[in-house]
């Protein structure tokens, strides 16, 4: 496992492409995002349970490593509440080894075809106190380094990534962890071809660029901390974390420039006291984040250099989001779920060469979540969600963003899962089913720029709007088997249909940019 479409491409409900070869994937959950086949947001992205995200929803796959990852949590729409996310496609959690579950020292080179080469070490262990009454620490160290010409011309990558933790228990009921992360990504662009293109040769980039243009550089530190004291039926998790992020991007459009620093927190409270002789858990979080970027963009001149400074603008983004859930088991095999959200998104945008493109929104919503979950054997069940969802607009790559409304939503989604085990083991299946169904009202949607009747480049051409009402809906599956231990079969499968309602331009016609039916598997 060494990309996200490694990870994720046989995770029931997740459609994911790599992008000519690179780090970069186009990743959607639900239709999150649909409208865009670069850079990402409509999810809530976590390493450890702690968010990479900008804090305006905008998240870089690059600062991941998902060969450094333990497993891979998949949330899909309401699922994801207990983290406060409430994007219409939900969360994505990779979770890191900890000194007690990793080897001690781990080694890995790989080389193939078009200058590709990887390497990565890893080491963990638990460093025991030599009296009872010491605390106890572990760590986990994972680096990597990978170099890459591309199949097609200007695809060529160049990363170092190092990703680690400690963690110190000092008690059975106190214990704290930290988190660190440092990234440099080094990547070409080699961007879009016509049909007529790429029929014409595979391996054939948009233009012929210098080898320092046309590109995507980014160097990302992170630093983060969860410590969780628990006293009784009471357990109390604390965490921060900060990121900073200096991209460098001269593309066809413009050399753009940005410098984004981002911190958050989360308090939660949750207790597991019963309520009238029942299991229950309740849990209320208060999680802010802010996150600011200083950035540039400068017209691209003769000879590719850059030219007059086009765009120079601050962005600030803040959000305080405030989480009440309950898990309530009526009984041995029915459990209850409620929760209620409450979110607050400022954003604002200053620019001194485009005033334009100033504004300074704030966006509010109550986000309730209504579930129930069924066991049906006791390695089986059935579930159900009705929930609402919200996101507010993130900043556009060079200003293009002119969404000014958050996308709201409601879902209802009914689905199974579970595994059967017969003949003692040797053979076994595995199935998760989902079926849902999603009332969006302005969803974010790339349109061409007024007065554009083909958009032939992605950044100049188009401009991301608000659709008054649409519809997401689709059945998500997935299935493993096991015959004789010794044979295996995965597959992934999307049914989807996404559409305008009663659109005054485009009537009920299809949503584009997702395929109605996907079918994967080994």
């Known amino acids: ?222 630093v983060a901390n969860k410590t969780v004291l628990t006293q009784g039926d009471y357990r109390l998790e604390l965490a921060a974390y900060a990121l900073q992020q200096q991209l460098w991007h001269p593309i066809a459009y413009g050399f753009i420039e940005q410098d984004t620093n981002t911190v958050g927190a989360t308090l939660k409270l949750s207790t597991e006291a019963r309520v009238r002789g029942l299991p229950n858990n309740l849990s209320i979080a208060y999680l802010p984040d802010s996150g600011s970027t200083r950035g540039s963009s400068r017209a691209v001149a003769a000879g590719f250099t850059q030219g007059a400074v086009t765009s120079d603008y601050n962005q600030k983004s803040d959000n305080h989001r405030f989480l009440f859930e309950d898990r309530l088991r009526i009984n041995e095999r029915t459990l209850l779920i409620g929760s209620l959200q409450y979110q607050l998104a400022r954003r604002h945008v200053s620019d001194s060469k485009l005033t334009s493109n100033n504004y300074d929104l704030d966006f509010t919503q109550w986000i309730p979540r209504l579930g129930i979950v069924q066991d049906i054997t006791p390695h089986a069940q059935w579930f159900a969600n009705l929930s609402r969802n919200f996101e507010p607009p993130i900043f556009g790559v060079a200003t293009r963003m002119q969404a000014s409304r958050a996308q709201t939503g409601n879902t209802v989604e009914i689905g199974t899962r579970g595994e059967h085990v017969w003949r003692e083991g040797h053979d076994q299946i595995a199935w998760d089913v989902s079926l849902y169904r999603s009332w969006l009202s302005n969803e974010f949607q790339t349109v061409c720029a007024s007065g554009v009747a083909v958009c032939t480049n992605a950044f100049a051409q188009t401009v991301t709007v608000n659709v008054p009402r649409s519809v997401h809906q689709g059945l998500e599956l997935g299935a493993s088997g096991l015959l004789s231990r010794r044979w295996e079969s995965r597959m992934a499968m999307l049914i989807s249909d996404f559409h305008f309602d009663e659109n005054a331009q485009y009537g009920n016609n299809r949503l584009p940019g997702f395929p109605p039916v996907l079918l994967r598997g080994e």
Do not use: C
């Open 1 to 222: 496992v060494l990309t996200w479409t490694d990870s994720l491409g046989l995770a029931p409900g997740v459609y994911i492409q790599d992008r000519f070869g690179s780090e970069e994937a186009r990743i959607s959950i639900r239709g999150s995002a649909l409208s865009r086949t670069y850079h990402s947001f409509g999810l809530t992205v976590m390493q450890d349970g702690i968010p990479i995200n900008y804090a305006d929803g905008f998240f870089d796959m690059q600062t991941i490593d998902p060969s450094a990852a333990r497993h891979v949590e998949v949330l899909r729409g309401a699922n994801a509440a207990s983290y406060a996310s409430s994007t219409l496609g939900g969360a994505i959690n990779f979770v890191s080894p900890m000194g007690y579950d990793s080897p001690a020292l781990l080694g890995r080179a790989e080389a193939g075809s078009f200058g590709y080469g990887r390497l990565q070490a890893a080491t963990g262990a638990v460093i025991r106190p030599a009296t009872a009454e010491g605390n106890i620490w572990d760590y986990h160290l994972s680096a990597s380094a990978m170099t890459q010409d591309g199949y097609r011309e200007h695809s060529a990558q160049d990363n170092q990534k190092a990703i680690a933790n400690a963690g110190v228990r000092i008690s059975k009921d106190l214990e704290s962890r930290f988190f660190f992360a440092a990234v440099r990504s080094r990547s070409q662009l080699p961007g879009y071809v016509t049909r007529a293109q790429l029929l014409s040769d595979l391996s054939v980039a948009q233009s012929r660029w210098p080898e320092d243009f046309q590109r995507r550089d980014l160097d990302s530190l992170r």
